[in-house]
């Protein structure tokens, strides 16, 4: 079975300073792994993914993150947060079988103060 | 252009009721699912059409039916609605054939309210 951690319900963080959401992993072989973000009321939006090869991951709005396979870890990081990165992040794990599940993580909700 | 839409936004209805989620997508994806979200925001697989067929079915109760006229549509039919359905219902469409890294592209959920 596979499946995600993000230990965190919550990260506050200072407009302009780094921020970080954590992600673990659970899952058989070589997984493929996926961030999205959800704004209130609305759905969810991808935001980067990793597959293979490098593993820093560039994505959408100045993120990035970090496949770390030995930590079975893919953690969320932006630079310098801004008040409009508030919203709710998920982890998402996907094992290579041939199959569409996707198990995603509980969520970070993510508050950045002005 | 909107990629993935729902109908309704919101319903509201009484236990016991018969109610159908309609979502749409004009991507061109061929597989299509259904999540749901819970009140403390946890979302969880339903079902997953790929070229109409259902490959995920996860445990859900059979009150629950998915129907898929085309690859453009996935629809849920919920009988005897009950309490425990209230919840925000997501459909999501991706393109499946052979690229199992695609990702999903979301609509914008359909909170539905059972009293």
């Known amino acids: 079975a596979q499946s995600v951690a993000q230990p965190e319900d919550q990260v506050n963080v200072a407009e302009g300073n780094p921020l970080t959401v954590k992600c673990t992993y659970s899952?058989?072989?070589?997984?493929?792994l996926f961030w999205y973000v959800q704004y209130p009321n609305r759905g969810l939006q991808f935001l980067l993914k990793y597959i293979t090869g490098d593993n820093l991951v560039k994505g959408s709005y100045g993120f990035e993150a970090e496949f770390n396979k030995s930590q079975t870890s893919f953690h969320l990081k932006k630079p310098s947060a801004l008040v409009s990165d508030s919203a709710l992040y998920f982890c998402a794990v996907k094992g290579r079988s041939n199959d569409y599940k996707l198990s995603f993580g509980a969520g970070t909700t993510v508050t950045v103060r002005a | 252009d909107t990629a993935v839409s729902q109908t309704p936004k919101y319903l509201v209805t009484q236990m016991g009721n018969d109610k159908s989620i309609k979502c749409e997508q004009n991507l061109g994806h061929d597989t299509m699912y259904w999540y749901k979200q819970d009140s403390k925001k946890f979302l969880k697989i339903m079902f997953s059409?790929?070229?109409?067929?259902?490959?995920i079915n996860e445990t859900v109760p059979n009150r629950f039916s998915p129907k898929s006229p085309d690859k453009a549509h996935l629809n849920l039919h919920i009988n005897s609605l009950e309490l425990g359905d209230s919840a925000v219902y997501f459909c999501?469409?991706?393109?499946?054939?052979?690229?199992?890294?695609?990702?999903?592209?979301f609509g914008p959920g359909t909170r539905l309210t059972v009293l």
């Open positions: 999501a469409s991706s393109q499946g054939e052979g690229l199992l890294y695609n990702e999903q592209f």
């Open positions: 899952v058989s072989g070589n997984p493929y």
């Open positions: 059409y790929n070229n109409k067929e259902l490959i």
